[in-house]
């Protein structure tokens, strides 16, 4: 019995994280703007209508809102984050990278999802997050994407169209930079 047990708490602990594993009281939604941030507001989209069938809006963290319904104008990387996931919390340096590099050629964007907002401001703060992130306590988004589980990192076409979804971790900056060439067309 205790070697069954060892075995689930192993696999467990080597997948990706589930929308489950986060604490009860944390995944309850919030209001964006009772906690203070220092990321900075989410850029406004093209106001054109987007080409895929996106049509959330959430609060951003660090001011604003995020439409997906509008296209971004620019190839974007959105990543969905929480901070209760482990794999999410060993991805976003790369995605921190990411937006370091990409200037104006790549928008990245995060999403803190099924989280509370409390820890997910707090988590960004203390992991150096400079990106603009939005607030998904409900996992909104995930949902009407069809994911279960995190992290995940969504690619649109500067039209707004969701060319590719990457499912669990991305383990390194080379591996998200592959992506970002492969699926929007732009080399960093």
Request: hydrophobic fraction near 45%; charge should be negative; charged fraction near 15%.
């Given at each position: 019995?205790?070697?069954?047990v060892a075995a689930a708490v192993a696999l467990l602990a080597l997948t990706a994280c589930t929308a489950d594993a986060g604490p009860e009281e944390s995944a309850a939604p919030?209001?964006?703007?009772?906690?203070?941030?220092?990321l900075p507001p989410c850029p406004a989209g093209s106001g054109e209508p987007a080409a895929g069938d996106l049509v959330v809006s959430l609060d951003c963290l660090g001011g604003?809102?995020?439409?997906?319904?509008?296209?971004?104008?620019?190839?974007?990387?959105?990543?969905?984050?929480?901070?209760?996931?482990?794999?999410?919390?060993?991805?976003?340096?790369?995605?921190?990278?990411?937006?370091?590099?990409?200037?104006?050629?790549?928008?990245?964007?995060?999403?803190?999802?099924?989280?509370?907002?409390?820890?997910?401001?707090?988590?960004?703060?203390?992991?150096?997050?400079?990106?603009?992130?939005?607030?998904?306590?409900?996992?909104?988004?995930?949902?009407?994407?069809?994911?279960?589980?995190?992290?995940?990192?969504?690619?649109?076409?500067?039209?707004?169209?969701?060319?590719?979804?990457?499912?669990?971790?991305?383990?390194?900056?080379?591996?998200?930079?592959?992506?970002?060439?492969?699926?929007?067309?732009?080399?960093?």
């Amino acid at each position: 019995m205790r070697v069954l047990v060892a075995a689930a708490v192993a696999l467990l602990a080597l997948t990706a994280c589930t929308a489950d594993a986060g604490p009860e009281e944390s995944a309850a939604p919030t209001e964006p703007a009772a906690v203070e941030t220092d990321l900075p507001p989410c850029p406004a989209g093209s106001g054109e209508p987007a080409a895929g069938d996106l049509v959330v809006s959430l609060d951003c963290l660090g001011g604003g809102d995020l439409d997906l319904a509008q296209a971004p104008g620019v190839p974007t990387v959105l990543n969905l984050w929480a901070s209760w996931c482990g794999p999410c919390r060993a991805e976003l340096p790369h995605v921190q990278q990411l937006s370091e590099v990409a200037g104006e050629q790549v928008r990245v964007l995060g999403v803190d999802t099924q989280d509370g907002l409390p820890q997910g401001t707090s988590f960004a703060a203390d992991a150096g997050l400079t990106f603009p992130s939005a607030f998904d306590g409900g996992g909104e988004l995930a949902a009407e994407l069809g994911l279960l589980g995190l992290p995940h990192t969504v690619f649109l076409t500067a039209d707004g169209a969701v060319v590719h979804v990457e499912r669990g971790e991305v383990s390194s900056y080379e591996e998200l930079r592959s992506l970002v060439a492969e699926h929007l067309g732009v080399q960093l």
